[in-house]
């Protein structure tokens, strides 16, 4: 089984800028998509970007236009680059691994594996 591993958290002054690192124990190609999840205590997790094998990148409407998500898969690794960051921005943000499953007609993501968490705070 593929492991995870999420680094670059820490604390940072709003409009600053953080990236998050997520390297692979294994070929991440492994898995169909990669993506970046967020939690804040008391809420859902929230799918913060997405990137597929072949490159496509999509994001949640509250972080479009300030972060990117990147992949060197020469290194396993996938990248969150975090730009004018918000105070509401901080989280624990986690990095998962996810397989095409298939509902009827419909296929969809399936994010099963899961990194441990890194925390992102940003405050003055």
């Known amino acids: 089984q593929v492991q995870l591993v999420e680094s670059g958290g820490g604390l940072v002054q709003p409009g600053g800028s953080l990236r998050l690192s997520c390297a692979a124990s294994?070929?991440?190609?492994?898995?169909?998509?990669m993506g970046w999840y967020r939690q804040v205590p008391g809420k859902q997790r929230e799918l913060v970007a997405v990137?597929?094998?072949?490159?496509?990148?999509s994001y949640a409407d509250s972080v479009k236009g300030r972060f990117t998500i990147s992949r060197d898969n020469a290194k396993n690794t996938v990248y969150l680059q975090m730009n004018s960051l918000k105070p509401e921005d901080t989280a624990v943000y986690y990095c998962?691994?996810?397989?095409?499953?298939?509902?009827?007609?419909?296929?969809?993501?399936?994010?099963?594996?899961w990194g441990q968490g890194t925390q992102v705070t940003v405050s003055s």
């Open positions: 998962a691994g996810a397989r095409t499953c298939m509902s009827g007609p419909y296929s969809y993501l399936h994010f099963g594996s």
């Open positions: 990137i597929t094998s072949d490159g496509s990148t």
């Open positions: 294994g070929n991440i190609f492994r898995f169909n998509a």
